[in-house]
């Protein structure tokens, strides 16, 4: 059964950092595109990051260049994704997913096959 599982979230400060975690059952995290979203209430997903089966990155939003980070752990089969110098507007549920039927990465949450559970990110002081 493939499934991808997300950890991590919780309370951070502004200004603070914050790690999430996907880690995959069923496939390796290297046989296709893997991507982070962001969805706040009464919003559509946003696609934040991605990487793809080669490992090359292309990030989605300008809200968060320069202090998200996307990587993977083939060996721990598990994609990261590192948030620096938060905001209160970072805030949501954040989701990683996986792209099936393409090897490319892409920034519209329909284009992915298979999502996470989500896992809840709160930026307060």
């Known amino acids: 059964q493939l499934q991808l599982v997300e950890s991590g979230g919780g309370l951070v400060q502004p200004g603070g950092s914050l790690r999430l975690s996907c880690v995959a059952s069923g496939f390796r995290l290297d046989y296709w595109p893997i991507a982070w979203f962001r969805q706040v209430p009464g919003k559509e997903r946003e696609g934040l990051l991605c990487?793809?089966?080669?490992?090359?990155?292309?990030d989605y939003a300008d809200s968060v260049k320069g202090r998200f980070i996307i990587s993977r752990d083939n060996a721990k089969i598990a994609v990261y994704l590192e948030m620096h110098s938060m905001k209160p507007e970072d805030a949501g549920v954040y989701y990683c997913?996986?792209?099936?039927?393409?090897?490319?990465?892409?920034?519209?949450?329909?284009?992915?096959?298979?999502w996470g559970q989500g896992t809840q990110v709160t930026v307060s002081s």
């Open positions: 997913a996986a792209r099936a039927r393409n090897i490319f990465c892409a920034g519209s949450a329909r284009e992915y096959d298979y």
């Open positions: 990487i793809s089966r080669s490992g090359s990155i292309t």
